[in-house]
């Protein structure tokens, strides 16, 4: 790519972060996801940090304002100015049922993969690359801001580690950030649609030209079936482990806690705060958590349904949670390498681009439109290709970053890509996509 069209492109992208932000919230997309959502902010934070700082720092601050006493972090913080998403406040009546939810802002009642540490570094780092001064600035926001992130990995140590497995359990598709994957499909087969289950109607078809290409309808009744059953609780946390239809121990999450709190570890030391141990043990700890879920002849992870006790579907990109929880040893790293980049993933001869789709072209389960079930999400490259870099291998993390800019070059910035075509699905101008471009092209 040329000097030119990657400036292009980086352009590009800030245009489409600077339009999806209403004050400090920095949404997903402004038709199809009007309120800001937990993950999204995390990716997109890190990419902030390398233009423009306090924008980073505002659109964390917006999103943990949504807080909650416990610590959790909400997977939606809503904008109550915003309309059109489903479900809404209304529907979630978070603070109705429990006196640990914020009211203002209003929020969702579950939570989303803990990406946020990584933003702090990006914010600390890309300080130190700037003018003399910022750094301080930096590091008195990330020390202030610090407490807040440690309280939210707090929660997920003390709420949500199975004692079993060791995985971080996950209550709800929505939690994993990978809504509808095949890797639900058999968990979901056990949750009754509520016999009481108040009429809704969908808003998400609204905004994308094509319902197949999002869950279908009997999808969003376990969805939303779910929600009734958080309620009858009070979205307490011991009593779902015990009635949840749906508890799952998800390697992908449980990798990108170990990711996470390597981070805060090191942001812990590097400010010479405390806890720096504590969180380093929540790392290791879920590390071999998501090795002990590897296969042992491809290294492939695959997620345990903790109702049942039983092994859930491989064939997706979970399958790489061992390589985002880092710490390797050298010959299974080189392997799971190789099968990412290998002919039933990044390198299958029909895909449009050599980049790894959410289900492997070579499931039974594979749909190269339908959402999470087989189209390319940028962000999930990226965040393989960072796992790549950091553990020094920065031929492979160049290629899936080539190869995702050569896709994006001149088309607009799609939630997702049919991997087969190459075409953008979803909703366009998707800010997560945007952000990995601008993370990438402004290093
Ligand atoms: C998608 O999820 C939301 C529900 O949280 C939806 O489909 O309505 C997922 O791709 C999720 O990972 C993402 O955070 C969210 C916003 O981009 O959209």
């Not at 209403?22 to 309120?35: D, I, Q, T």
């Not at 779910?226 to 449980?254: H, I, M």
Request: hydrophobic share 40%; proline share 7%; glycine share 10%.
């Amino acid at each position: 790519m040329s000097g030119a069209t990657s400036a292009t492109l980086a352009a590009r992208a800030g245009l489409v972060l600077g339009r999806n932000s209403h004050g400090a919230m920095v949404k997903p997309a402004r038709g199809l996801y009007p309120h800001q959502w937990s993950w999204d902010t995390g990716f997109i934070a890190v990419a902030l940090a390398r233009v423009d700082t306090a924008m980073a720092e505002g659109s964390l601050e917006s999103l943990f304002r949504g807080q909650w006493r416990t610590g959790m972090v909400p997977h939606i913080v809503f904008d109550p100015a915003a309309e059109g998403y489903f479900p809404d406040p209304e529907r979630w009546a978070c603070a109705l049922h429990s006196s640990d939810a914020p009211s203002d802002p209003p929020t969702s009642g579950i939570c989303q993969p803990p990406i946020h540490a990584v933003a702090l570094t990006a914010i600390l780092d890309s300080a130190a690359d700037g003018a003399s001064g910022a750094v301080d600035a930096a590091r008195e926001w990330v020390t202030g801001f610090y407490p807040k992130v440690l309280a939210w990995h707090r929660f997920l140590a003390r709420e949500r580690v199975d004692p079993g497995s060791g995985l971080l359990r996950i209550f709800h598709g929505w939690e994993s950030g990978m809504d509808n994957s095949p890797r639900w499909d058999a968990a979901y087969a056990e949750v009754p649609v509520h016999a009481a289950l108040p009429p809704y109607q969908r808003r998400d078809l609204v905004h994308v030209a094509e319902p197949s290409e999002r869950p279908s309808d009997a999808e969003y009744d376990k969805y939303l079936s779910l929600l009734e059953e958080f309620k009858e609780v009070g979205y307490d946390q011991a009593a779902l482990v015990e009635r949840c239809s749906f508890n799952v121990g998800d390697v992908f999450s449980t990798a990108i806690f170990a990711l996470a709190n390597d981070h805060l570890a090191e942001l812990a030391r590097r400010l010479g705060l405390p806890d720096a141990g504590e969180l380093a043990g929540y790392g290791d700890a879920a590390r071999e958590a998501v090795q002990r879920r590897m296969a042992p002849d491809t290294g492939a992870t695959v997620d345990l349904d903790l109702r049942r006790g039983a092994d859930l579907a491989g064939g997706t990109i979970a399958e790489f949670s061992a390589l985002l929880a880092g710490g390797l040893p050298a010959r299974l790293q080189r392997g799971l390498t190789a099968r990412l980049l290998g002919p039933e993933w990044a390198g299958h001869p029909a895909l449009r681009w050599p980049v790894p789709p959410s289900t492997s072209p070579l499931s039974a389960a594979f749909r190269s439109r339908s959402y999470w079930r087989g189209p390319v999400w940028p962000v999930m490259t990226w965040l393989l290709a960072s796992a790549l870099d950091r553990a020094g291998d920065e031929d492979a993390a160049g290629t899936l970053r080539r190869a995702t800019l050569a896709q994006l070059g001149d088309r607009s910035f799609g939630e997702y890509y049919e991997p087969l075509t190459g075409e953008p699905l979803g909703s366009r101008d998707h800010s997560w996509t945007a952000a990995v471009v601008l993370d990438w092209l402004c290093r």
